[in-house]
């Protein structure tokens, strides 16, 4: 009775040995039965001592079959870990390592060197054929010298020489000839014009408009004739025109920039036609109103019916061209100066 229970105190020993040598049990391995060591067997203490490690030993080879293909990895501080980190965590790890932008020099590739290399020409090129041809001096080109010094002169001779000949054909809105304005008619009406400008507006004494003033131009888009009129009357009067768009309301939207500019330039008459001088808006009075921010103007038709015949003894001044300013022209709100 003391033999058995030496030999299962004994063996229980050995157990507990093999177990400290093994590589640690997983938790329900961990609490297998203990061995009996209160019964009687008929196994002998060698087959006890067997059965027992050969149960350790398998259990060793189920732990070794289970970690048997770990394999060792670094993370990306160089600290060890076993291979039942997810692969999507290593390649995390490995991109983090990577640099996130390219390198500089990838971005500025310099193409110098090719852009040196001679160029092969193309063998399916066409290739020139016959003799060489060498520039030759021609005649010289017959210069016409008495050309009008002005665009005053040049309206005073077009005007006598051909006074038939159209000057300006006017179109409308089917694209058909509607007036055709003759360089005698323009002529003729831009003289009358300038006498009126010169003598018809306020007193002998004291003239509203003398030589070197600004009239402003107020005509419609679709009546160049006046307007062609008007401005070869202002030119023959020694007056600077300034053409403006026609003003829609009392308070219009660029109202007050043009008021700017008619200020700046001491504009105090305003030429237009019947028809746009009917078309402005109008007081309870009937007269044209001051439009927001313009100064006082003289609203003047250059109709030929509301015109004075000038003198068969009067005749304009026609100068040559020189750095005079002749007309300034409103382009984005910008003054533009043009000379003779």
Not at 14 to 19: A, F, G, P, Q, R
Request: hydrophobic residues 35%; proline residues 9%; aromatic residues 8%.
């Amino acid at each position: 009775m003391s033999i058995k229970i030496n030999m299962g105190v004994s063996l229980m020993c050995t157990s507990i040995v093999l177990s400290s040598e093994c590589v640690p049990l997983s938790p329900t391995e961990n609490h297998s039965a203990p061995p009996d060591v209160t019964g009687y067997s008929s196994d002998s203490p060698h087959s006890h001592t067997e059965r027992h490690h050969m149960s350790n030993m398998g259990t060793i080879a189920r732990n070794t079959q289970k970690y048997g293909n770990a394999e060792r990895m670094e993370t990306g501080d160089g600290v060890p870990v076993s291979s039942r980190v997810s692969a999507k965590i290593q390649q995390l790890v490995n991109t983090l390592k990577q640099p996130r932008r390219p390198p500089l020099r990838e971005f500025f590739v310099d193409d110098f060197d090719e852009l040196l290399e001679v160029q092969q020409p193309d063998p399916n090129q066409p290739r020139p054929e016959g003799a060489e041809m060498l520039p030759v001096r021609g005649e010289a080109l017959g210069v016409v010298t008495n050309w009008p010094p002005s665009l005053e002169a040049a309206l005073q001779r077009w005007g006598t020489i051909s006074p038939k000949a159209p000057c300006l054909t006017s179109l409308d809105t089917a694209g058909k000839p509607l007036y055709v304005l003759t360089y005698g008619k323009l002529w003729s009406r831009s003289i009358k014009l300038a006498y009126n400008i010169l003598h018809k507006l306020g007193s002998k004494l004291e003239p509203m408009v003398r030589p070197g003033d600004r009239v402003a131009l107020v005509f419609p888009n679709n009546d160049p004739v006046a307007f062609m009129v008007a401005f070869y009357g202002c030119l023959l009067a020694e007056v600077v025109p300034v053409p403006i768009e026609v003003p829609l309301s009392r308070k219009d939207a660029g109202s007050q920039q043009i008021g700017f500019l008619l200020g700046s330039c001491g504009v105090t008459v305003a030429l237009t036609s019947d028809a746009c001088h009917k078309g402005l808006p109008k007081s309870a009075t009937g007269e044209i109103p001051q439009f927001k921010g313009w100064p006082k103007l003289l609203w003047f038709v250059t109709e030929s019916k509301h015109l004075s015949k000038p003198p068969r003894d009067w005749f304009p001044h026609i100068k040559d061209a020189n750095n005079d300013t002749a007309y300034i022209e409103v382009n984005c709100a910008l003054f533009i100066l043009v000379d003779t």
